[in-house]
Every structure is written in structure tokens, then in C-alpha cells.
């Protein structure tokens, strides 16, 4: 297996997912057609499915050309049916999808969206706008209850997994985070490395769970920058971290 990043649009990634066996791809989330007809030309490969995680413009604003140049399967959580163009199969928590002789489980996320889902294959995991490196999407639909439950999924697996995410938003992300927990050394220490490289996809599970204020709802100093009462539970606190997030520059 080799996983291709596609930058897309201003800051989206789009990835290409090339089963080496079998000359066979999958494209999770084409936020535009331009960058993927590219990156699979240059592979080499035959595109056979796109794998959207969610039903947002800019991870599906690519779909439609795709499937009127290439004859491919759309994935997406069976409730966004009629949401993600073209869509040919809807998937749910337990679904397995395959491209070539690979085989990713899906992982209903909801939060960011209703339907969001994560692709599980191997050691690598596909998180769309749920899981970013050094935080989290948005609540658009779901509550702060579904993302604590879903992030904590995301967080549960292989601490080695790789985090293949959305967005390069790692930086901001990563300023937060020093923000609300200024003595977290790895903090500190991602921020140089994000400031040197960038792409900064993969991030891995390990790194998160140190980082990641979204997954570090415990961490005594995050509640007491943010005046979480030690007792409160974890969906409070996330909902804590997302308001002071969405108000931090
Ligand atoms: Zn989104």
C-alpha cells in the first residue's frame, strides 16, 4: 500500500490510496478533480473508488468529474445519501470498503457532521474533519457529546496509526493547544516541526493523545485555563475547548 497527498484547494488534502498489487486506487475526499486526475495519471494507476468522509463542498467538490471520466464507486455514510453527488453505496459503522487487495473498516464519526466517517486501513487512518492534527472539526451537526464519543473512538485505536486528516490546519491548531496548556513540551516541540514541514500529514494516534486538547479532556491544566470544574465530564469539556477554540486568534 501507498498513500499519495493531493493538496487541494487552499489548505484541503485530498489522498490517493494505491494498492501496489493490483495497479488499483481510491481517492478519499476530491475536494477538486484537477489535482486527483494528476496524481493518478502520475501513479499509474486505475482509480476505481472515491471514499468521501463527509458530505462538505470541499471534500467532495471533485466527485462529479471524476465519475463522468472514470468508472468508480462513491462511498458515504448511508444518511448522506442525496448529500455527496453520486454517491453509489452507503456505508455504516462496521462497513468494509476495499480498493485493489486492501480493505478499510469504516468508523461512524458523527460531530462535525451527521454522517462523518473514517476509513480504518492498516495502520493509517483517514479522519476527514473530525480528527485534525492538533484539533478538531467544527460542530456543525452533531453535539459535543457525539464528537467526545468519536474523537475517543479515533484516539482508541493503534497508538502508531497514522492520522491522514482534512486540513492543514496544524499549526493554528498547535498554537491553541500551547495556548490553553503552555507547559505540554510536545506542544512546543510539534510547533517547530510544523513550522519547518509542512506537509505535516501523517500526524500519529501517539502524538495526538500528547497535543491534541481535543483529546486531552483530563488534562488538569486545559480545565484550568479554560475554568472546567475538575468534576465536570468530558462532553462538557469539549464543548469548552470548542467555544474557546472558535474565539481564539
Ligand atoms: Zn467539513
Not at 57 to 68: K, P, Q
Not at 70 to 94: A, C, L
Request: hydrophobic letters at 40%; a negative charge; glycine letters at 10%.
Amino acid at each position: 500500500m501507498r498513500i499519495d497527498v493531493i493538496p487541494c484547494l487552499q489548505d484541503n488534502y485530498a489522498y490517493l490510496i494505491v494498492c501496489e498489487q493490483t495497479g488499483e486506487s481510491a481517492v478519499v475526499d476530491p475536494s477538486e478533480a484537477a489535482p486527483v486526475f494528476r496524481a493518478v495519471e502520475k501513479s499509474g494507476t486505475r482509480l476505481r473508488a472515491i471514499w468521501c468522509t463527509h458530505h462538505h463542498g470541499d471534500h467532495v467538490g471533485g466527485v462529479e468529474e471524476l465519475t463522468s471520466r472514470f468508472d468508480v464507486e462513491v462511498m458515504g455514510h448511508v444518511s448522506d445519501r442525496g448529500r455527496i453527488p453520486g454517491q453509489t453505496r452507503g456505508v455504516e459503522d462496521g462497513s468494509e470498503v476495499s480498493v485493489g487487495s486492501l480493505t478499510a473498516r469504516v468508523l461512524h464519526v458523527p460531530g462535525h457532521t451527521t454522517g462523518a466517517i473514517a476509513y480504518v486501513l492498516d495502520d493509517a487512518v483517514f479522519t476527514g474533519d473530525t480528527l485534525f492534527l492538533g484539533g478538531a472539526g467544527r460542530l456543525f451537526e452533531g453535539t459535543a457529546s457525539q464528537m467526545e464519543v468519536s474523537l475517543g473512538r479515533l484516539a482508541a485505536l493503534s497508538p502508531q496509526t497514522r492520522v491522514y486528516c482534512g486540513h492543514e490546519y496544524t499549526e493554528a491548531n498547535l498554537r491553541f493547544s500551547a495556548h490553553v496548556e503552555r507547559s505540554n513540551v510536545d506542544v512546543a516541540k510539534a510547533i517547530e516541526q510544523a513550522r519547518r514541514q509542512v506537509p505535516t500529514v501523517p500526524g500519529t494516534i501517539e502524538q495526538e493523545l500528547r497535543t491534541n486538547p481535543f483529546l486531552r479532556l483530563d488534562a488538569l491544566e486545559i480545565r484550568q485555563a479554560l475554568g472546567i470544574a475538575p468534576g465536570a465530564d468530558r462532553a462538557t469539556a469539549l464543548a469548552a475547548v470548542r467555544g474557546a477554540k472558535n474565539a481564539f486568534r
